[in-house]
């Protein structure tokens, strides 16, 4: 048994899938900051984690003032409930049938069903795990819905598709219900995070804050559309080109569903630039809850590192990420090719852990060698920005999904000029927002996604002519300096705290 500081309450409790303590990367760097940057506030943590041997230890030191962390794994778990004939609870599937009747609707009130969330999850009064799992009329319930809606042929992989999917729900309320109290929670994404939160927030009547980094229901559909686990047993005739499959549609409906969920519950949606805030609304939303606070950095770690001045370029290309097909590695190890033609002594940095998508980053270093340019790239796992940046002439981020990247900000604080996909906030960055911001200059360049011809020719422009890389690198360090301090983003998130806690 990990152990992990226990407490019997906390001012703020925050809900955290996939990312800090066990994973590295900007999320995770974020919830760290943030934890420290509020030294008398009293943390809790909720970890969201898929299975626990899918993660190793502790990537981060506990702060002090996280005095409260637990785990929740939705798959893998050893007790399931007792196989028994049972018939179930009509009243409350009756309230399931009705709370699903309101996902078909366009764009759907849910704020009077969430507030009978707990209702359906209640043990006695509601739908249980072995009643769902088990009872007569949970198997109606599925079968109906299969003959109403699903236009795939397999009712065993349909079957198997929803319980799957709504297993995570119980282990959930499960947690939410033996959660030590909170003045407020703090989901960092929606989700399986934020449908925590929601359920915790119409359970204990606490406020709820959330905090997107990047639009999770964006990132999820992006996921499920790559995935090849997701079944589509419909032949070439009944196949329609234009369409996705039924169970990719069900994925992405489902967590569109979980992110209406945290939305309604939330009484500030945070997004990190305006785009994003768009979307968020655009997803169910409500404006007038809807705020943008840009990620901020401690300007001060990173400033000595521009000591290391060069009269030319270093011909180094970073890409820090960790190797997934969302930050698009191999885009990154194409175009690195095309520079290489041109600059044969070129490297190619990757700065990231592997074991998040082994077969992914395998995939990466064999492209590598069918490029012939395996002696140019250079996978280094984690390592420290601080020992990377000195030698870097270039940021590259290559990724088709992004939200404001963290490490932008930091290549920008250490005067290291960045190349970037049009994604997320990466223009904003590089190019400004604004007239006072625009006005300071590009910080680098921006091109399209999955598009290496592109990657290589903002990357030549740069390292090609001095002048250009370092009137870059002075915008990167005015912009950074002027607009994404630690101290912007802690006074925003403390006026959110104390209103939450007040």
């Given at each position: 048994m990990e152990k992990f500081p226990k407490a019997d309450n906390v001012d703020i409790m925050l809900l955290l899938e996939g990312t800090f303590p066990y994973v590295r990367g900007g999320v995770s760097s974020w919830v760290n900051q943030i934890i420290r940057g509020f030294p008398d506030i009293r943390f809790g943590a909720v970890f969201i984690g898929s299975k626990r041997d899918d993660y190793g230890e502790l990537n981060y030191e506990l702060p002090s003032n996280l005095v409260h962390l637990e785990t929740c794994y939705l798959h893998g778990f050893d007790e399931k409930p007792l196989i028994k004939e049972m018939h179930g609870n009509r009243e409350a599937f009756d309230a399931v049938r009705q709370l699903h009747a309101t996902f078909q609707k366009p764009n759907p009130t849910l704020d009077d069903s969430l507030r009978n969330l707990n209702f359906f999850l209640d043990p006695v009064a509601g739908v249980d795990f072995q009643q769902f799992l088990h009872s007569r009329l949970s198997w109606q319930f599925i079968s109906q819905l299969y003959q109403q809606r699903c236009n795939d042929p397999s009712f065993v992989d349909y079957f198997w598709t929803v319980r799957n999917m709504h297993s995570p729900i119980w282990q959930l309320a499960e947690?939410?219900?033996?959660?030590?109290p909170a003045r407020l929670y703090h989901a960092v994404s929606t989700g399986y995070a934020g449908f925590l939160g929601a359920l915790l927030h119409y359970s204990n009547n606490q406020p709820l804050l959330l905090s997107e980094h990047g639009i999770y229901t964006k990132e999820r559909r992006i996921d499920i559309f790559?995935?090849?686990?997701?079944q589509d047993n419909r032949n070439a005739l009944q196949r329609d080109p234009t369409e996705i499959s039924y169970y990719r549609d069900l994925w992405m409906r489902f967590f569109e569903t979980l992110g209406r969920f945290c939305y309604g519950?939330?009484?500030?949606?945070?997004?990190?630039?305006?785009?994003?805030?768009?979307?968020?609304?655009?997803?169910?939303?409500?404006?007038?809850?809807?705020?943008?606070?840009?990620?901020?950095?401690?300007?001060?770690?990173?400033?000595?590192?521009?000591?290391a001045v060069h009269d030319t370029p270093p011909l180094v290309l970073t890409l820090l990420g960790r190797v997934v097909p969302i930050k698009d590695i191999k885009t990154f190890i194409r175009g690195l090719r095309i520079i290489a033609n041109a600059l044969p002594h070129v490297?190619?940095?990757?700065?990231?852990?592997?074991?998040?998508?082994?077969?992914?980053?395998?995939?990466?270093?064999?492209?590598?060698?069918?490029l012939e340019i395996q002696?140019?790239?250079?996978?280094?796992?984690?390592?420290?920005?601080?020992?990377?940046?000195?030698?870097?002439?270039?940021?590259?981020?290559?990724?088709?999904?992004?939200?404001?990247?963290?490490?932008?900000?930091?290549a920008f604080a250490a005067g290291v000029p960045v190349v970037a996909t049009d994604v997320g906030a990466c223009r904003q960055l590089v190019m400004g927002y604004g007239a006072e911001d625009e006005a300071i200059g590009s910080a680098g360049g921006i091109m399209g996604i999955n598009n290496p011809?592109?990657?290589a020719a903002e990357s030549l422009r740069l390292l090609n002519d001095p002048q250009q890389w370092k009137q870059a690198r002075q915008a990167a360090i005015?912009?950074?300096e002027r607009f994404y301090t630690y101290q912007q983003m802690f006074d925003r998130y403390d006026e959110l705290y104390k209103a939450g806690l007040a």
């Open positions: 947690t939410a219900h033996n959660l030590i790559h995935s090849d686990w997701i519950a939330s009484s500030t949606i945070v997004s990190l630039y305006e785009g994003a805030r768009i979307r968020q609304v655009d997803d169910g939303a409500a404006p007038e809850r809807a705020t943008v606070i840009p990620n901020g950095i401690d300007i001060a770690r990173y400033a000595p590192l521009r000591e490297q190619g940095w990757v700065i990231g852990p592997e074991d998040e998508d082994p077969e992914y980053a395998a995939e990466c270093r064999a492209l590598a060698e069918s002696d140019q790239v250079h996978f280094m796992g984690f390592k420290d920005p601080i020992d990377i940046f000195p030698e870097t002439g270039l940021l590259v981020l290559s990724s088709v999904s992004e939200g404001l990247p963290l490490v932008i900000l930091e011809q592109a990657l005015t912009r950074v």
